[in-house]
């Protein structure tokens, strides 16, 4: 009987080990595998090279809105400097109000 158990207790064991190998190979991700490491590189630098030229397209939509046109907007031009500044490092200098 307390063999019996036992074998049970281990068959029990085995299949819980088992069914965690099954899970852990589950979420390996293909940048686990040296094979497919290289490929996936690849593929993350073109999705950012596209997210890159994606924004440009916006900034350069941006630029051409009449909002950003000085001549049609005449506060355009220090608020542009200023921002310029704030990314550029430079400190922030507001146009007056």
Known sequence: MQQQK?????????????????????????????AKNGELAAQEAAMQQQQQQSLMDQAGQLAGAPLMDPSKNPQALPAMEAMAGVMGGQPEQLPPQ
């Not at 589950?26 to 940048?31: E, I, Q, V």
Request: net charge negative; glycine share 0%; proline share 7%.
């Open 6 to 34: 036992q074998q049970e207790d281990t068959q029990s064991l085995l299949l819980a080990m088992q069914q965690q190998q099954m899970n852990i190979d589950a979420m390996k991700t293909p940048a686990m595998d040296p």
